[in-house]
DNA sequence: CTCTTAAGTTCAGAATCCGTACTCACTGTG
DNA sequence: CACAGTGAGTACGGATTCTGAACTTAAGAG
C-alpha cells in the first residue's frame, strides 16, 4: 500500500503499521479495553471517515480483527490479533520514551503495573545476558534477508561506522 | 504543531516524533552511521523537500542535533541526541516484531548482537522482577497526569477491562 | 572559466487527510 | 404503522502534505 511496505526493513514494515497518524493511539486504545467503531471515535476525537479507514488497514495488516457481536442488525467490535498484543510492549517502551523526555505537565498520564505486583517503567533488555540494551551495546550486522535497496543500502554496504 | 503533542498521552508524544513517516527510518540511519543530507536522502529515497522538513523537525524535538563538519563552505551533519540515543531501543523493539510478524523474503534482514557477545533479539523487561513484559501480565492505571482530554477519556474514566 | 559537491529551497501537481453531512439496516416506542 | 434513535460506516470537498525536478549558494578542482 504504502512504499514501506516495499523495503527490505523490519523497522520500515512496523512502521508501516505503527508510525502513521492515530494508529498507535487506536492500538493503545484497544489494549485499553474500548472495541467499538463509535467509542474509537469519540475517544479520539477522529473523524469517522479516517477511523474506518485505519481500522481497515490494521485489519489487512493482521494486527487488528474484526469480530462479529451480534447478528440482526450486524454489528461488530475491534480486537487486537496476536500480533497486536504482540506490539504493545514496543508501544510501551515508546511510551516510557515520552515519559522520559516529553512528559505532559502534571506527570506521567499513565502507570504500567507488572504482573509481579510493582509499578515500572519497561525496559529493553538481552534474552542472553539480561543485561540492558542501549545505543551503545549493540552493533548492527547484515542478517540474511539483507539486500541492496531503498532503505538499505547502509546495512548492505560495508560499515565505516 | 501536530494535535498529537497537545494530548495528554506519552505514546502521542512519542508518535509525535516517531509515528511521522519517514522519521523512524531517518533515525535508523542516524543510528547506523550516516550523517550527511545528501547520503540520508539517497538511502532513504526520500525527497529532499521532505528530509529537510522532517531534519528539522527531529531537531526541533530534540532527538537530532546539526553540527557544523567544516566552515567555507559551511557545511553540516546530523547526530542522534541523548534523547535520540534513547530512543534506539525502542526502534529495536519494532524491528524485533517487524521481524517477527513481517519478515522480508529471505529473513531478517539485520541482526543485533550485544556486548555480550551474543546475536539477540530485544525483550521488553520489569525492572524489577525482570520478567518479561506482554499484553497480558501488564496492566494500566491513570498517572498523576492523566487529565480528561482528547485521547484520555478511557484512562481517566474507571476500567471495565 | 567550467565542472563538481554539499546542502538545501522553490514550485507545481498528485496524493492524503480530515470534517461535515449523509446513508443503511435495524429496534424500540406509542 | 410512523417516528426517533443507534451503530457503523460512505460521500464529498476543501485543506494539508508529499513528490520529483529544477534552481541556488558557496566553495574547491582542473
Not at 48 to 56: K, P, S, T
Not at 59 to 76: C, I, L, S
Not at 93 to 107: I, S, V
Amino acid at each position: 500500500m504504502n512504499r514501506f511496505a516495499e523495503m527490505h526493513c523490519s523497522i520500515a514494515q512496523a512502521a508501516g503499521v505503527v508510525a502513521e497518524p492515530w494508529s498507535p493511539l487506536i492500538l493503545r486504545d484497544l489494549y485499553l479495553g474500548l472495541r467499538r467503531f463509535d467509542d474509537l471515535a469519540r475517544d479520539l476525537g477522529i473523524s469517522r471517515n479516517l477511523l474506518a479507514q485505519r481500522l481497515g488497514r490494521l485489519t489487512a495488516a493482521g494486527v487488528v480483527e474484526k469480530v462479529v457481536y451480534q447478528e440482526r442488525p450486524v454489528r461488530h467490535e475491534y480486537h487486537l490479533t496476536e500480533a497486536g498484543r504482540d506490539i504493545v510492549p514496543a508501544l510501551m517502551t515508546l511510551m516510557a520514551w515520552g515519559d522520559r523526555w516529553a512528559t505532559p505537565p502534571g506527570g506521567p498520564p499513565a502507570l504500567l503495573v507488572h504482573s509481579c505486583g510493582r509499578p515500572f517503567s519497561p525496559v529493553v533488555t538481552c534474552p542472553h545476558c539480561g543485561g540492558s540494551v542501549d545505543a551503545d551495546s549493540v552493533s548492527v550486522l547484515p542478517g540474511p534477508g539483507a539486500a541492496p535497496g531503498p532503505g538499505t543500502w547502509v546495512l548492505a554496504g560495508a560499515q565505516e561506522v
